[in-house]
């Protein structure tokens, strides 16, 4: 059985850690009442639905499929910052991108994210645990987010230059057209 594209991208498998573990987090040291729980929620889901819709729309509209990934990547830039303002609200470290931790928790989100640790229903096998304490999770959380926006910067620089070099849908349709008549 093939599983949708986008299951197949890191960026989604990220999103996906991203989107439960947020969910987890806030379940655990956000207020229920919160609007910032809501927030917070809300953009973790938005990328995550952005990523699944701009490739989606990556057969008939590249142009679409750019902006969703863009949009995906402010959704978690803006999980990103509240997670930090978590950190420093409650008088916790954020750790440097160098920090021994920030590695090890590098190595833990890229393990869980191999496609080896996809099922044949593209769900992950094994499951990301958030930390014991609110400074290790917030961070987890963090480097996950940090990795997030710098692999959709990558994906739509890629995007953006197949898209300069091969043209859109409607222009290479409109090539097909125009050779058909010759």
């Known amino acids: 059985m093939s ?8 960026t989604y498998r990220y999103a996906e850690m991203i989107h439960d573990l ?13 609007r ?7 953009a973790a889901r938005s990328g995550k639905q952005n990523i699944v819709e701009g490739v989606g729309q990556s057969q008939t509209s590249k142009k679409g499929e750019i902006k969703l990934l863009g949009v995906a990547k402010a959704s978690f830039e803006e999980l990103l910052t509240d997670f930090e303002d978590f950190l420093r609200q409650n008088k916790l470290e954020i750790w ?3 920090d021994p931790k920030v590695l090890g928790l590098k190595v833990t989100a890229y393990r869980l994210s191999h496609l080896s640790n996809l099922s044949h229903l593209g769900h992950l096998k094994e499951k990301p645990i958030l930390p014991a304490n609110p400074e290790e999770t917030a961070n987890f959380l963090l480097t996950l987010c940090h990795l997030e926006t710098y692999l959709l910067d990558k994906q739509i620089k890629s995007l953006e230059q197949r ?6 849908y409607t222009e290479n349709l409109f090539k097909k057209r125009l050779n058909s008549r010759m």
């Open 22 to 34: 947020t969910v987890e987090f806030c379940r655990k040291y956000i207020d229920y009442r919160s």
């Open 3 to 10: 599983l949708p594209k986008y299951k197949y991208l890191l």
């Open 36 to 42: 910032t729980k809501d927030q917070m929620e809300q």
């Open 96 to 98: 440097s991108k160098t």
């Open 163 to 168: 898209f300069v070099e091969e043209g859109g």
